[in-house]
């Protein structure tokens, strides 16, 4: 599975918007990339998921380039209680799935 | 919104005991999960079920491990002889098909605290 890198920690203000990049160079054919959030002491809750260019749902937006080595995620005007985990994982078919989850990018908001 | 529900939410063992944790996933989803998440750590993947059996399993699931579908909606991970590094946080998860582009639904967690 492709090995995902992204920043460990970022720091926001309310009503900013924030974006997330991570890199998963080795990236296949077959794999989507999904970000999840996680609060504490919470199981990991699905964000969005794309396979290539730009997805947005009501919570945030992906941008993912043409040669999908790397994805962006984007939440427009972040509040107090997105202060979370978020991560972005490569997900591939293997008749299960198995899912690997980085490290992830711990996301402050603050006043 | 369907969701995936845990038992019990804490459990508290002394080291050699067996635990079973349980999970109801969502209703009509037919691949199960389970993780689990040291704390402070990443979520690690344990294994996959579908059709009663195993799909896939990490290096963690070992011996020790096992799981179940019991009853026809309840998913169990047992750990046979508890060891202090089990002591985590266990999330089960389910989703409908076993394909690359579906959602996981995490359930809330089963605090684990080997003693």
């Known amino acids: 599975l492709a090995k995902t890198t992204q920043p460990i920690s970022m720091d926001s203000y309310e009503g900013q918007e924030v974006n997330i990049t991570c890199s998963h160079n080795n990236i296949a054919t077959n794999d989507y990339i999904t970000w999840y959030q996680q609060f504490p002491s919470q199981g990991p809750r699905f964000i969005i998921q794309?396979?290539?260019t730009k997805v947005t749902n009501e919570v945030a937006s992906l941008f993912i380039p043409a040669d999908r080595k790397s994805s962006t995620l984007s939440l427009p005007r972040v509040s107090l209680s997105d202060t979370a985990v978020y991560y972005c994982l490569v997900v591939r078919n293997t008749g299960g799935f198995k899912t690997i989850f980085g490290a992830g990018t711990r996301l402050f908001v603050k006043a | 919104e369907p969701e995936v529900t845990q038992t019990p939410s804490h459990q508290v063992t002394q080291m050699g005991q067996e635990v079973i944790l349980r999970c109801v996933p969502i209703?009509?989803?037919?691949?199960f999960y389970w993780y689990r998440q040291i704390l402070g750590q990443k979520v690690e993947f344990l294994v996959s079920?579908?059709?009663?059996?195993?799909?896939?399993k990490s290096e963690i699931f070992d011996d020790q491990f096992s799981v179940e579908r019991t009853d026809g909606s309840t998913f169990t991970l047992k750990i046979r002889s508890t060891k202090l590094e089990d002591s985590a946080m266990y999330f089960c998860?389910?989703?409908?098909?076993?394909?690359?582009?579906?959602?996981?639904?995490f359930g809330p967690g089963t605090r684990l605290l080997v003693l």
């Open positions: 079920f579908y059709n009663n059996e195993i799909s896939e």
């Open positions: 794309g396979y290539k």
């Open positions: 998860a389910s989703t409908l098909t076993g394909t690359s582009e579906e959602t996981q639904y």
């Open positions: 209703s009509n989803h037919l691949y």
